[in-house]
Structure formats: structure tokens, C-alpha cells
């Protein structure tokens, strides 16, 4: 008779698959809820411990780390050594092994979790057990997932081996993001000697950032509720490769926003960004901000949607739309348009410090690794290093551009007046290109007069100054630190520019 090693803590599915097994000629050895659950079921079962001649000890930590176990389930049936010392240590070969994890993951989600209730989630004897399977997946099928159980009943009658191979395929995938997350849960180190993230599938795409590449859409296994990956999508068509990545732009950077705020994110970049004292009012200057480039872009709101707003949205084309929260009649006037893409999100809590989030880049080879950059300069972080000071509503408008300019790709320049962009100068190769750009796009407004400028990176002479007082602007804010700064502070007094500096640069690339 074949023998199966059943021992699982998910049990969706056991009793069918089980009694699949049955039918088939084997016989079911299990480990305790597993073999209690069966029993009940009425099918006949062999508990580990008549096979091992040894009882489950160490309130469950050993069942199944045993010879006659994992010689069963090892041994390789075409190598005649192998089966004869099966049969002189009266061995039976275990031909199915069925385990899934203790679940480690969900455990440390939980609040309130000490570390030794953690420990005690970490399996041992089941990704041994699924190991030696795959090992051994000439002989043995290693099934780790309840979902494949119809097909592993499909493929014994066949005797597929390749889907043998390819389940062992999915225990290494499978044991090697158990070791990671548990790896993640332990590691006290900023930057360990390795890195071992995991990531679960979530989405086949229909293709990538271009038509011709193929691309899939990968999640932390539990994703922090403020990020794109937690986003609940309640309408519209499947999100693309290049929706995903503008939707976290654009969730990154209304984030850092607690006033009723808009943002209107376009490849990458904000193309227009407004706050008022309603969300509506914030609609009104994101979409003024820059109504052309809006059109087919992200919009993160970060207050409950209304139908007043969701009526002006409705007016455009737009990719996206993410909200916390819509209005029942708000939702379904975007919903008319049966490809808009409607989102929910979670917000930040700006009553609550930033967590310290590590953010990765892909490059050739490799990653790189760095702590998300959640820093948010304030009136108390501005030095003044020009004769003129800023006002009061100049000090705002700095800071609010200051915030923005963090999102925009580097070399970066942001016009900013009254809670909303009028320019913003992105990606150029020369800081004085960019604010060629944002002011040329700033002198459209017309409430431009008496715009603020801010920059990511320090002035590396002093030409962009000496370009932003020719074209109107009164007040500059800047991270400082080149070798040259006395000349941009001189060039903001000839003009009479109120220049601030920081001290910390936001380059974004």
C-alpha cells in the first residue's frame, strides 16, 4: 500500500483530498489535529507516533523529525541500497507528503504578540518534511498549497512527474519566504550582510512599462496599510505596470498632506497639487494648476470624496481616481465611466510620528536599500541668509512648495502661491533648465505675482536666482551647502529675493 504524511494547519480542502488519497490505494498517516479532524471525518488514519514507535513530545514541537519518517519519504526509489535498507529497518516508503506552514506571518500581524508566542509559530518538522519531499520529487509529490490539491489528485492517476517537479519547485519557493519572514522578524541590523525580502504574486499583467515587456505585479506578504499594495480598487479596469508605480507617487505624496489636499500625479511626477478649506476647493486649484497636463493622470484626494468634486472629475479623463472614502452619489457619477480606475486608500496619521520604512530600487544585479525619506522641514528648520525675511504667508507657501518639491524627480524647481502649484520644473539636466520650465508654466497665472520658489538641491551658482528675480519671484527656499552659496544669497539681495535655507537636500530619482 502507498503511504501519505498528512500534517497541516490549514485544513480548507483536507478531508476531500484525503479521501482522494483513499480512493486511491493509500494509506493516510497524520499528526494530531490533522489526524483528529480525519478520524471525525471517518477516514481511517495512522496516527505518527504508531510509526515511529514514538510518541509526539515537547507539547507538539516533535512529531514527524523521526527516520522512519524522513527515510520514507528520502529514500530514492531507483537506487537498490536505498530500498534494502528500507526493508531491513521495516520502513515503509512515504510517497505524498501534504504539509502546510505553522502560520508564522499572520501570527506576528496580531497585536499584542511577544516574541516567544512568535517563536513558538516557527515550523520545524514541516519544512522538513516538505523538504525532503522536493528533494526526493522523482518518487515523492510535496504538496504545500491547498489550492493544488485537485490537480495532485489529477496528476497520481497520470503519474506526472513533471508536476512533481514543479510542486518541489513551489516548497523551496515556499520554505524560503517562510525563512524570510521570520528572518525579517528576528534581524535587529539596519542593513544585514543579506537581504532577504519576499513578495507574493499578485497580479499577471497584460504587459509592462512597454507593450512588448512582460511584467507582474509582486506584494509583501502583509503590506503596511498606508502603501499602493493595500489599496482596494472598487472600479474601473485592471491596473497597469505604470498605473502602479504613478498610484505610489501619487499615495507617497499626498501623504504628506493633513489640509484637505489634491494631487494630480502624471508619469511620475505632480503635475498639479492644491489645498483649500474643502476638498473641492483643493480640486479647484490642483486641476488650475495645470489643466492640461491632468488630463489622463492619478488624482489622490485625502479627504472623502463628495459629488460636487466627483462632478468635476467626471468632466475629464483620468487614469485614476484614490480616495479614504467616497459618497455613495460621488461614486456613482465617476463609476459611469466604466474604465476610470476608483480606489480606496489609508492615510497617513500626521497625529502619529512616520514609521521608519526602508524603500528598495532595482539596478543590474542588485538593489539598492535606503530609509524612506519622511523628512518634513518646518518654520523652526528655516535659517534666513538674506538682509529681506519672508512674511508670515511667504514662510507658508515656502514650506508647502517644500513638501512638493520632495516628489518631484530631480533636478527639481516648484512655484508655488497660496496652497497650490503654478510651475514645476522636473527631471532636467541643469537646475536652471528646470526653473526655466516651472516659471514659464507659473507666469500662465494669473495670481502669480508674489510666488515662492523652492528647490531640492542647493544652487550650484548663481544663475537660477538671478533667473527667478528676473521673473517675479520674491522668496526662495533651498537646502544651502555649496561651496558657492554666498554667491546665490548675494544675487537674492540685489534683487531683493527673502531666501531660507535648510540644511537638507530631497533629491528624488
Known sequence: ???????VS????????AQGLVDRGFEIVATGGTEQQLVA???????VATVTGFPEMLGGRVKTLHPRIHAGILARRDQLDDMAALANAE????????VNLYPFAATIQRAGITRTEAIEQIDIGGPSALRAAAKNADSVWAVVDPA?????????????QAMRRELAAKVFR??????????????????????????????????????HQAAAFYAEPYPDPHSIAAAHQLHGKELSFNNLKDADAALQTINEFSQPTVVAMKHMNPCGIGQGATIEAAWDKAFAADSTSIFGGIIALNRNVDLATATKMHALFLEIVMAPSYDDDALAILAQKKNLRILTIQLADHAQPAPRMMETVSVSGGVLVQEADHRVETAADLTVVTDLAPTPAQVQALLFA??????????????????????????????????????????THSNFAGAVLA????????????????????????????????????????YGIAMVTTGVRHFRH
Not at 41 to 47: D, M, P
Open 10 to 17: 490549514n485544513k480548507q480542502g483536507l478531508e476531500t483530498f
Open 148 to 160: 493544488d490539491y485537485p490537480k495532485v489528485l489529477a496528476g497520481l492517476d497520470q503519474d506526472d
Open 1 to 7: 500500500m502507498k503511504r501519505a504524511l498528512l500534517s
Open 91 to 98: 520502513i515503509t516508503p512515504i510517497d505524498v507528503v501534504c
Open 174 to 211: 515556499t520554505t524560503a519566504a517562510y525563512d524570510a519572514q521570520i528572518a525579517a522578524y528576528l534581524t535587529t541590523a539596519e542593513f544585514p550582510d543579506t537581504y532577504t525580502p519576499t513578495y507574493v504574486k499578485r497580479q499577471t499583467m497584460r504587459y509592462g512599462e512597454n507593450s
Open 402 to 443: 517644500q513638501i512638493v518639491v520632495k516628489h518631484v524627480k530631480s533636478n527639481a524647481i516648484v512655484v508655488a502661491k497660496d496652497g497650490q502649484t503654478l510651475g514645476i520644473g522636473a527631471g532636467q539636466m541643469n537646475r536652471i533648465g528646470s526653473a526655466e520650465i516651472a516659471l514659464t508654466a507659473a507666469q
Open 41 to 47: 471525518a471517518g477516514i481511517a488514519v495512522t496516527s
Open 455 to 494: 528647490s531640492d538641491a542647493f544652487f550650484p551658482m548663481g544663475d537660477t536666482v538671478e533667473y527667478a528675480a528676473q521673473h517675479g519671484i520674491r522668496a526662495i527656499i533651498q537646502p544651502g551647502g555649496s561651496i558657492r552659496d554666498q554667491e546665490s544669497i548675494d544675487k537674492a539681495n540685489e
